[in-house]
């Protein structure tokens, strides 16, 4: 992929790269250094052998449909690299985006009380309380799991259920 010459460069922050049977699982961060809110962020990342050949290609967007100036954004994505796995020295990372044209709704907190690994999947109880006054429908929680050194290592999302979170609720 090619990045746009209009496009807003963002900083990369590698997490998680690891090989488990012969897919690439790659947890990345995204830093908005912009003065703007920044949409449709898109991460190329290209994996390299010991001569410096591209072996692998690949994209996604992170989770958050925008990211505010000074924050970050989250992905997690699985590469099949099959035979190639043990070929992989380097990688490299590029994300960009652009101006946002519409910033998403604000008004939310999310508290979770603990959580627990159950069946290969992580559980968190919570609650999200809509704070401001207009009703938000599709809401979306986006979850960034860190290790002790603080890099990123995990990533993932769901919605709030009911989909829709009344006004003041």
Known sequence: PTIPPS??????????????????????????????WVQYIEVIMTFYD????ILKTA?????????????????????????QAASIVAYEFKAYGQKATSIPYQDLELTARGGYFSSGYYHFPGEVKNTGSSDCQHTQIIAGFYNAGGR????????????KVPAGS
Not at 153 to 158: C, E, K, N
Request: overall charge negative; cysteine-free.
């Open 7 to 36: 496009a807003l460069i963002l900083e990369v922050i590698p997490g998680q790269v690891s090989i488990v049977y012969g897919n690439l699982h790659v947890a990345v961060e995204v830093r908005n250094t912009t003065d703007s």
């Open 152 to 163: 990123i290592v995990r990533a993932d999302f769901t919605y709030a259920n009911p989909d």
């Open 59 to 83: 994209s996604t967007y992170v989770l958050q449909n925008a990211v505010a100036p000074d924050s970050t954004g989250i992905f997690e994505i699985s590469v099949d690299v099959g035979s």
């Open 50 to 53: 010991a001569d410096g050949e």
